[in-house]
């Protein structure tokens, strides 16, 4: 006898949920909306209450929580589920996370968690274990079943990224980590509570198991009281609707909004394949060294995809050709992938009533088996598999908006790129007290790209987090006590130029601060000195490189003290270098992942990211809009002629006569120094048969070339013998 | 906004399409629920209007280019300055003039913060030009060797059979096949 309807198993009803949908080609085989057409007013007023009541949850419980990332960053989420684990309605926040879901009760199910550990009345579960659904052990999942008169209705679950995972670098987000044992703390689905509460043991595992027990345990604690709230007013919902409605409601939603996903990429996109690309880099060579050998190299990694927008209106994601899985922190599993795709998703076209599964009906993925992303290492190191599955995000940004600008829905394009920073820290003050934490900050509030009519708002997005905002400086302060902003600012010129250019990138700049006996900092800079993307669009620039720049032994205080003003981004800190005013012993830029810095006071540490592409040919740009950038000191003299071809005057007026002229020279530059593609292709075909290239390129198209799609594009391309081979890793 | 039946009309079209419309007003058009069923009809007259030529747009595919019915029976790349690119099953890029950016000093010219620049160790900045107008399509920031990306290849019959229910006059299977490797065998043969 199952806890599901009419005594059917967990296992058998999500079986079936997968039967139907395969024979009917509709979420549940639902052919017919029955509630939704008699009564369309009390179908919207029933969706709406289960809305209402996760934000309500979300709203209350986050007030429990010390994690800067949840109190003001939106870092998290709480869902209702059906019993078969499609997320009907959420609030507002992480809501990639509704496509987990179903993994997570998926896996519980397989995992018979019905016969044991059992599944009853006020059971508390836990899970932050990529491979049963959570997307890195980062975010860690807290849900809890519903059950009407005996029956299992329901799951109310509550997520959100915690501050320091305990592994071996400080922080939510490292950067290195050979395999699952480094990661951290990783727990696969356990029940941890009961009777609506958590067990004392499990506060015991977050005390001695992560460096920011404090955060940790309210978050536990704010996870399970959000998932108790709602678990209340959900049963207050079905008490009013009805049982059978409850049931019936929660599948029509589903099927509704699969129908209006379809219908809206039909009507404002163009089938077809689509092509996208982003590079990224994991690079560990020097430093692990002989404890992991197999560690101890570098990856270029090759995030290659490509949408095919197939004319039943559904979407097929192929990653076809993507980097192996390696003994590294970025692997990652399908709903990782799922999960953080979908913020390039909803705001493209998968906006409806609420954010549920219904994403998942209409969207399929090939992720070959001993990628990075379909790792057949049990053991694989997943801490940071989001870092590179971001970059995919973009994908879905810009291949629609190439479709949707192809059909005459100009309005709807929202091209972006794949950018971010990030931080952790941990340290001991000087009493003694140790403390560690990270700081997302560069992951929110960035630019948008440029479009085909205007140019990439500046800091007004968000696509990899739901939380346009920065969150507030003086709480990261507080958290992270040795961390004095002295600058956060958009940083004039770092933008992908264009006919629409990007928007600005931002940037921080801070002082280390009285940081007692230690304090290490590990930072990263997610587009590894490869471009934001690596396909302009329509002739613009892509992004810029993120950057992270440390400088030890400065004369910061003294500045302070002294002077009047001091310098607030990285650009900055170069200019007061060269004109002597700043002093440093040593200076660091890293155009990616950072090794663990140690950290001294009156150190200076800067970051900035979010250097979004342009759209169209910068020598078209409307000179009225260089004369903008100008007076708000966007763009500098000297890149509105260098690459904009625009000569300004004095005044802040373009010479007209001028520019004109020398747009005309740049056009014939154009001509002088490019040649034929054929005669290019032949040129480069030399270079590939010569191989010659750097040996992390090398290694890349070696690993690459293991799959059969990028292989017939490479050597097609190239009109390569049969017996071209490139020597992989360590073959040579 | 409601969609009244007239939804979009054709003047702020084309403003949009010349990126003047008004940012308020873009606003008012991305809020239209539903959508003018006859955007594409509607897009295709404008830019048919804007064009030198007279060759029939079947697709616009980027700022400068379009798919063209050529003499009833082709279907090519064309760009708005009248040059032609071949057929649309071959990468366009591959009909162009191409500029390379591989040292500091190149890229240095298109982004002039340095400490963004990329590692041309490991990448090179590629730009695809118009051959008529010199017109700068499309950049690529690729590995040395990569194939040039394909961006786009639209599936043309089933666009304008299934989603416009009006189906081009030469329909056939073979115009969703990608050629490109063709062309670049033709080129192998004079090595």
């Known amino acids: 006898m199952g806890i599901c309807i009419q005594g059917s198993t967990l296992k058998e009803i999500v079986a079936e949920r997968e039967r139907l949908f395969a024979e009917t080609g509709c979420a549940y ?26 934000i309500n949850s979300r709203e209350s419980a986050k007030l429990i929580s010390a994690n800067p990332m949840s ?10 589920a059906n019993a078969e684990g499609d997320v009907i309605s959420a609030s507002y926040g992480l809501a990639g996370h509704i496509q987990c879901m179903p993994f997570i009760i998926k896996n519980i199910a397989e995992l018979d968690f019905e016969d ?10 836990s899970c932050n274990d990529p491979m049963y659904g959570p997307p890195h052990n980062a975010d860690c999942y807290t849900w809890m079943p519903v059950f009407y008169e005996g029956e299992l209705v329901s799951w109310t679950v509550g997520l959100n990224h915690i501050v320091d995972v305990g592994g071996i670098q400080p922080g939510g987000l490292g950067v290195v980590s050979p395999n699952i044992f480094t990661d951290g703390f990783t727990y696969p689905p356990t029940k941890t509570g009961a009777n609506f509460k ?21 978050d536990d604690k704010m996870r399970a009281a959000g998932i108790t709230s709602l678990h209340d007013r959900i049963l207050e919902i079905i008490d ?14 589903i099927e509704r909004e699969r129908r209006i996903l379809v219908e809206r990429i039909k009507s404002q996109a163009v089938p077809g394949k689509y092509r996208y690309l982003q590079l990224s880099a994991v690079n560990y060579k020097g430093t692990l060294g002989k404890l992991w050998p197999n560690s101890n190299r570098n990856w270029l990694i090759h995030k290659t995809g490509e949408l095919n927008i197939r004319p039943d209106g559904t979407l097929l994601t192929d990653l076809e050709g993507l980097t192996s899985e390696g003994e590294f922190h970025a692997n990652a599993y399908e709903p990782a992938v799922r999960m953080l795709t979908s913020l390039g998703m909803w705001p493209m076209f998968a906006y409806t009533e609420t954010i549920n599964s219904s994403l998942l009906y209409m969207t399929d993925w090939n992720i070959p088996p001993g990628s990075m992303f379909n790792p057949q290492n049990p053991y694989a190191g997943t801490v940071m598999g989001l870092g590179v599955i971001a970059g995919y995000i973009f994908l879905f940004h810009n291949c629609l908006s190439q479709a949707f600008f192809s059909r005459g829905f100009l309005e709807e394009t929202f091209p972006a790129d794949g950018t971010a920073g990030g931080y952790g820290a941990a340290g001991t003050l000087e009493d003694g007290f140790q403390w560690a934490g990270g700081d997302m900050s560069l992951i929110t509030c960035q630019s948008q790209a440029g479009n085909p009519f205007h140019d990439g708002f500046d800091s007004s997005v968000c696509s990899p987090n739901p939380a346009s905002d920065i969150g507030e400086t003086e709480v990261v302060e507080f958290l992270l006590p040795t961390q004095v902003h002295l600058g956060k600012k958009l940083i004039p010129d770092y933008c992908g130029h264009g006919k629409f250019r990007g928007g600005l990138g931002i940037g921080t700049l801070q002082m280390v601060n009285k940081p007692g006996r230690s304090l290490i900092l590990n930072a990263f800079a997610a587009t590894d000195s490869m471009g934001a993307c690596a396909m302009g669009r329509n002739g613009g620039y892509p992004g810029a490189n993120d950057i992270v720049v440390f400088v030890n032994d400065t004369n910061i205080r003294e500045i302070i003290e002294k002077e009047s003003d001091y310098p607030r981004d990285f650009v900055e800190i170069r200019e007061w270098m060269e004109e002597g005013k700043l002093t440093a012993g040593d200076v660091q830029i890293y155009k990616g992942p950072t090794p663990s810095i140690p950290c001294r006071d009156g150190d200076l ?47 802040g007026k373009v010479d007209k006569d001028a520019s004109d002229q020398l747009r005309k020279e740049m056009f014939e530059k154009r001509l002088e120094r490019s040649m034929d593609a054929k005669d290019w292709w032949k040129q480069e075909r030399d270079k590939v048969l010569e191989k010659g290239w750097h040996e992390d390129v090398k290694n890349m198209y070696a690993d690459c070339l293991k799959y059969n799609k990028f292989k017939n594009e490479f050597f097609g391309m190239w009109q390569l013998p049969d017996d071209y081979r490139i020597p992989g890793y360590k073959e040579e | 906004m409601k969609n009244n039946g007239d939804g979009f009309n054709k003047d702020n079209f084309k403003r949009l399409v010349d990126g003047e419309l008004p940012w308020e007003e873009v606003k008012k058009v991305i809020r239209m629920d539903p959508k003018d069923a ?14 030198t030529w007279d060759d029939r747009i079947l697709l616009r595919i980027s700022d400068h280019l379009y798919i063209v019915l050529k003499d009833d029976d082709n279907r090519i790349v064309k760009c708005d300055c009248g040059y032609e690119l071949g057929d649309y099953r071959v990468n366009w890029k591959l009909n162009c003039r191409v500029y390379v950016r591989d040292t500091d000093e190149a890229i240095a010219e298109v982004i002039t913060v340095p400490e963004a620049r990329h590692n041309t160790e490991l990448v090179e900045m590629r730009e695809f030009y118009c051959p008529g107008c010199l017109a700068l399509l499309g950049v690529e920031v690729v590995p040395q060797g990569y194939p040039p990306i394909f961006e786009m290849f639209p599936d043309l019959d089933s666009f304008y059979r299934e989603w416009l229910n009006d189906p081009l006059p030469d329909e056939n299977p073979e115009w969703f096949e990608d050629k490109t490797i063709e062309q670049t065998a033709k080129w192998a043969k004079e090595v």
Request: some cysteine.
């Open chain 1, 605 to 651: 540490f800067a970051i900035a990211a979010g250097s979004k592409g342009g759209w169209g040919d910068a020598l078209e740009r409307k000179y009225e809009l260089i004369e903008n950038d100008i007076e708000l000191d966007w763009i500098t003299r000297e890149t509105s002629k260098t690459v904009y071809g625009v000569i300004v005057n004095d005044e």
């Open chain 1, 198 to 218: 958590q067990h004392k043991w499990w506060e015991l595992h977050w005390k001695r198991r992560t460096r920011t027990e404090m955060f940790n345990v309210l």
């Open chain 1, 71 to 80: 109190m003001v960053q939106g870092e998290l989420l709480f869902m209702l």
């Open chain 1, 29 to 54: 085989g639902l052919k017919k909306l029955e509630l939704v057409e008699k009564d369309p007013a009390k179908f919207m007023r029933f969706q709406m209450r289960l809305v209402a009541s996760c």
């Open chain 2, 38 to 51: 006859n955007r594409f009809e509607k897009y295709i007259e404008i830019l048919q209007e804007k064009v």
């Open chain 1, 116 to 125: 044991n550990p059992g599944i009853e009345k006020g059971d508390i579960f």
């Open chain 1, 240 to 253: 009013e609707f009805g049982v059978d409605y409850y049931r019936q409601g929660m599948k029509e939603i």
